[in-house]
């Protein structure tokens, strides 16, 4: 005998879920990392993953094709694109300055067609995740643009 399911549950299990969310973020309001993080995992972001303001994602497009779309986003955003190099590990760091903030792209070549980029965005000793985020989406824009 199959029982029916009663649509009011799954309405409270959603209005208990958001509650929890809410609470989460409520407690966690000292701790700005996990809250941020809590908010933008319930705001459905498409930022991959965010530590401690630190923004990564990996999208499926050579070095080369990343860090051009970064660097374009960037000067689109009007951040000053300081310095462009390869570390030891052949990862490209791009450094760039806005208005007080010290920004470090780093773009790691997982496979000849797919790339992990790590943004920080620092304003002394606070990590910035918001312009993080920010240069995040503008690289991914530019990048649908082809």
Do not use: W
């Not at 991959?48 to 660097?71: C, D, Q, W």
């Not at 590990?89 to 007080?100: K, L, P, S």
Request: net charge positive.
């Amino acid at each position: 005998m199959h029982t029916p399911i009663d649509p009011s549950m799954s309405r409270f299990r959603r209005t208990r879920r958001a509650f929890a969310l809410v609470l989460l973020a409520v407690g966690t309001a000292g701790c700005d990392p996990i809250s941020l993080t809590a908010a933008s995992l319930g705001a459905g972001v498409g930022v991959s993953h965010t530590l401690n303001g630190i923004i990564y994602r990996t999208f499926t497009a050579p070095m080369k094709t990343v860090e051009n779309g970064s660097v374009q986003a960037m000067r689109d955003m009007g951040v000053k694109v300081v310095s462009r190099s390869t570390n030891r590990e052949g990862e490209r760091v791009i450094n760039a300055t806005a208005r007080d903030r010290e920004i470090e792209v780093l773009l790691e070549p997982l496979t000849k067609r797919t790339t992990r980029m790590r943004v920080i965005a620092s304003n002394g000793l606070l990590k910035d995740s918001a312009t993080a985020q920010e240069i995040m989406l503008q690289t991914e824009r530019v990048l649908s643009r082809g």
